[in-house]
């Protein structure tokens, strides 16, 4: 059964979990306290699948005690709106990708600096081990209230166009291309000669549809989950950034939860982190095979394509010294050049 027939028996069973949305608290002894948690990932998609297994397992951990209801798809917000929210306590939970935070902290995108990683051996060092990367997601968010209770994949990032396949960087100069609001990413496609534009997700398929933008950057299963496919028929695998996003907790909540309630919740991140990274990762190739069956033409570089845009990656990693720091960026430098060789 493939990934994508599971998404409706995983779903139906755990749709009877949320309660009344909004509502955070019980209203009398023995009641259920129900929680929030939002995401802009796509009704279905492995993050979404992630979210509802997190859910699950607190009721089933909480003995009904606590219930998390899951709002997918943008329904209460962009990832910069779920962020505030969590900041102020006026939302419980996300799975967020703290990248679209930067305009509220720069260091919140200092993890997609292009081609920290080019496989997952690698990725699995230094995102979800105790290098500067997570140590600087924790950090940062910690100080706007908000807790990192874990990660989730975003994938490897590519570029999807109406414009003819991507094969070298040059390829990318003077498309208008949509990026989060990432100082790192923006400044990679600035390097190819592209016009980075910066777009809430919600918004995108729109600006796609209307031509205000003629691309888009994200993971091969975002777009797809996304439908961007529809207006794009090109999608490259540049693989130009590795994403990664929080499991997230708001601190206001945080603080009103016992040690045992804490403690559930706790281990459902730990789980929802290592299922949904295997699941994304198990089902790339299904989805690349998707999207060719949907009429795109996914292009995947070879060495000598993919070592042009490492070069131009890599290029913008002293500019942006003055945005992350010499020193945090020194220290990320020596990690990378430690892993080098993972495979």
Request: net charge negative; charged share 25%; with cysteine.
């Amino acid at each position: 059964m493939t990934s994508r027939k599971r998404i409706i028996g995983m779903i139906a069973a755990t749709a009877a979990l949320g309660m009344v949305a909004g509502c955070s608290g019980g209203t009398a002894e023995g009641d259920a306290t129900t929680l929030r948690l939002g995401m802009v990932a796509a009704d279905g998609s492995v993050q979404h699948q992630a979210a509802e297994r997190f859910a699950e397992s607190v009721a089933e951990s909480s003995g009904g005690e606590l219930e998390v209801e899951v709002f997918p798809a943008g329904q209460i917000g962009s990832d910069e709106s779920l962020g505030q929210d969590l900041s102020s306590g006026a939302l419980d939970f996300a799975f967020l990708n703290q990248g679209s935070m930067a305009a509220t902290d720069p260091l919140l995108d200092f993890h997609y600096l292009p081609y920290i990683v080019t496989n997952y051996a690698q990725a699995d060092e230094l995102f979800y081990g105790d290098g500067i990367i997570p140590q600087t997601m924790t950090e940062t968010l910690a100080a706007h209230g908000i807790r990192a209770l874990g990660w989730y994949e975003l994938e490897f990032r590519g570029a999807s166009t109406s414009d003819g396949p991507i094969q070298e960087p040059a390829d990318l100069a003077g498309q208008k291309i949509r990026v989060p609001g990432s100082a790192a990413i923006g400044a990679f496609f600035e390097e190819t000669g592209a016009q980075p534009t910066t777009i809430p997700f919600p918004e995108l398929y729109s600006a796609l549809q209307q031509g205000t933008v003629d691309g888009q950057d994200n993971g091969l299963l975002i777009t797809y989950d996304n439908r961007f496919f529809e207006i794009n028929d090109h999608y490259t695998l540049t693989r130009h950034v590795y994403a990664s996003g929080t499991i997230a907790a708001s601190e206001s909540i945080w603080e009103t939860l016992s040690d045992e309630e804490t403690g559930w919740i706790e281990d459902a991140a730990a789980d929802a982190q290592e299922w949904e990274i295997a699941e994304e990762r198990a089902v790339t190739d299904e989805y690349i095979q998707l999207m060719t069956d949907e009429g795109v033409e996914v292009t995947e570089l070879d060495d000598s394509e993919l070592a042009e845009f490492q070069a131009a990656g890599r290029a913008v990693w002293d500019d942006m010294a003055d945005v992350y720091g010499e020193d945090r960026i020194a220290a990320l430098r020596e990690e990378v050049e430690a892993v080098a060789d993972l495979k």
